[in-house]
């Protein structure tokens, strides 16, 4: 016997969204902790969030809107498909996030032999802001692209 239980008759809309960002929230909050800084982690879903934020923004002043420039990227894809190394600048292996070019490897110099200036610049600009505030600031950003995601407007 299978019995399947329809969420829509438990839960309502709202208790589903805050059901869905509290899963979602939770998750963020594991892939920070595992340091997930390339594939699969929170940089992944910034990489995304800017994509949809970018695209719509762009959208506002293309003839056309977001499809033209879905099609104009299509387009270019086309275009150079036969040559993707020339536009790599910097790459990394999707399952240990090592560096798999010269590029990669630079920056990662670079960014390893300046951590320390990094890191306190970082905290020197996080200090200015109140941190009730940044948490706030970063679970409306999570909240309102989450909204538009389910909405399917993102």
């Known amino acids: 016997m299978k019995v399947e239980i329809e969420l829509e008759n438990y ?7 805050e059901a869905a960002l509290e899963v979602f929230r939770s998750m963020v909050a594991k892939s920070l ?18 994509y949809c934020t970018v695209l719509e923004e762009c959208g506002r002043y293309v003839d ?20 993707l190394s020339g536009f790599t600048v910097y ?14 490897r630079i920056v990662e110099a670079a960014i390893a032999a300046n951590r320390g200036m990094i890191e306190g610049r970082v905290r020197e ?3 200015d802001v109140p941190a009730k505030s940044l ?3 970063i679970a409306d ?9 389910l909405r399917g407007e993102a």
């Open 33 to 50: 902790e595992r340091n997930e800084r390339y594939f699969g982690g929170v940089g992944t879903w910034l990489s995304n969030m800017a």
């Open 125 to 127: 600009l996080l200090d």
């Open 64 to 83: 056309g809107g977001g499809e033209e420039i879905r099609k104009r990227i299509a387009e270019q894809v086309d275009k150079h498909i036969g040559d």
């Open 135 to 137: 948490r706030n600031e």
């Open 91 to 104: 790459h990394y292996n999707y399952d240990t996030g090592e560096p798999m070019n010269e590029g990669a």
């Open 11 to 17: 839960l309502s809309e709202e208790d589903m969204r």
């Open 141 to 149: 950003t999570v909240e309102r692209f989450t909204d538009d995601w």
